[in-house]
């Protein structure tokens, strides 16, 4: 089974709907990640959490908002989804006991707002 | 701040023959290097990783890349490519830290094998 998982893979929404995208991790990380990708900028922090309690900005955190609702979940949520929100997002981990902070990724839901 | 350049958004080559993806980085401080590669309609996979010692990394299918510190970058090599090596590369640096939370992505390089 995959260390970290993300539902739904794909999903197609309409401008102005509230949509959530999950995490699930299964390797005992502390630190949760989300990242959007869109051609040619490669990807970019939206949220991050150091743990339960811990919920940080990342660049683009405008038009979205997270909930950590367990060390092993973090979901995303679009408000009020709009065109260009549309991409492929990513959900990543960390261990904060790993000096060098590689990430592990999740395979991605590709969301279309229409 | 950390920031990562690739400096090509597209390679293509043919089957057999070498292959070099650019990357360099600028940071003030002692830096982590990751490749990351990510095959079509999945996620990003860990390729290799510099974190000290040897500036010669290896990976199991092939790949190495080569830390130069005077020159701030961390190339991508390899000397025969396969089809299935076609795949978006990104290069990701981090640095260490009570603190460190951030992994920078370069904008990624599609590298596209052909028969």
């Known amino acids: 089974d995959a260390d970290v998982t993300q539902t739904p893979r794909n999903r197609i929404t309409k401008t102005g709907k509230r949509i959530m995208l999950e995490c699930s991790q299964t390797?005992?990380?502390?630190?949760m990640y989300w990242y959007r990708q869109d051609p040619g900028l490669g990807l970019r922090l939206i949220y991050y959490s150091f743990d339960v309690k811990d919920i940080n900005k990342g660049e683009i955190s405008d038009g979205y908002s997270v909930s950590r609702q367990a060390q092993a979940k973090f979901s995303l949520s679009l408000e009020s989804a709009i065109p260009n929100q549309t991409a492929l997002y990513f959900c990543?981990?960390?261990?904060?006991?790993?000096?060098?902070?590689?990430?592990?990724f999740g395979p991605g839901t590709r969301l279309t707002v229409l | 701040a950390q920031s990562v350049t690739q400096l090509d958004s597209q390679v293509p080559v043919f089957e057999e023959a070498p292959v070099e993806l650019r990357c360099n980085y600028s940071?003030?401080?002692?830096?982590?290097l990751f490749w990351y590669v990510q095959y079509p309609n999945q996620g990003l996979q860990l390729l290799l990783k510099y974190l000290s010692g040897s500036t010669l990394v290896e990976s199991i299918n092939g790949f190495e890349a080569e830390f130069n510190k005077s020159q701030t970058s961390f190339h991508l090599r390899k000397p025969s490519v396969h089809i299935s090596d076609t795949a978006e590369y990104f290069c990701?640096?981090?640095?260490?830290?009570?603190?460190?939370?951030?992994?920078?992505f370069g904008k990624g390089t599609l590298l596209t094998v052909n028969p």
């Open positions: 990701a640096v981090s640095t260490g830290g009570g603190s460190n939370y951030k992994l920078t």
């Open positions: 390797k005992g990380h502390d630190r």
């Open positions: 940071s003030s401080v002692s830096v982590y």
């Open positions: 990543a981990t960390s261990d904060s006991g790993v000096l060098y902070n590689e990430q592990f």
